[in-house]
């Protein structure tokens, strides 16, 4: 699987984003996906992730929505109230083997995109 991102860029406070990835092959919809970002100097956090069901990481729950749309192989992040502790570069991943527990943990992830870089400032 391949996996490439794209949307990120600078956005000033309060304002949003979407982001995208969109994966090669023919069984996407079997995938876990999932968003993780890394800001400098700190380590890969989770975000978001969702096979039919969906989770969050607490810090962007009700201003983040993760959505998948099969048919594309791709899979969205929706960025809404952007804060400056939001910046990073972002990184989808996939796997297709993920119970719900582990949606979280970058280390279950077999896949993994380049990253794009979202930027919050005035």
């Known amino acids: 699987v391949q996996l490439q991102a794209s949307g990120g860029g600078l956005v000033h406070p309060g304002g949003s984003l979407r982001l995208s990835c969109v994966a090669s092959g023919s069984t996407f919809s079997r995938y876990v996906m999932g968003w993780f970002r890394q800001a400098p100097g700190k380590g890969r956090e989770f975000v978001a992730a969702?096979?039919?069901?969906?989770s969050y990481a607490d810090s962007v729950k009700g201003r983040f929505t993760i959505s998948r749309d099969n048919a594309a192989n791709t899979v969205y992040l929706q960025m809404n109230s952007l804060k400056p502790e939001d910046t990073a570069v972002y990184y989808c991943?996939?796997?297709?083997?993920?119970?719900?527990?582990?949606?979280?943990?970058?280390?279950?992830?077999?896949?993994w995109g380049q990253g794009t870089l979202v930027t919050v400032s005035s």
């Open positions: 969702i096979r039919r069901s969906t």
């Open positions: 991943a996939a796997d297709a083997a993920l119970i719900y527990s582990s949606f979280g943990d970058p280390r279950h992830y077999d896949y």
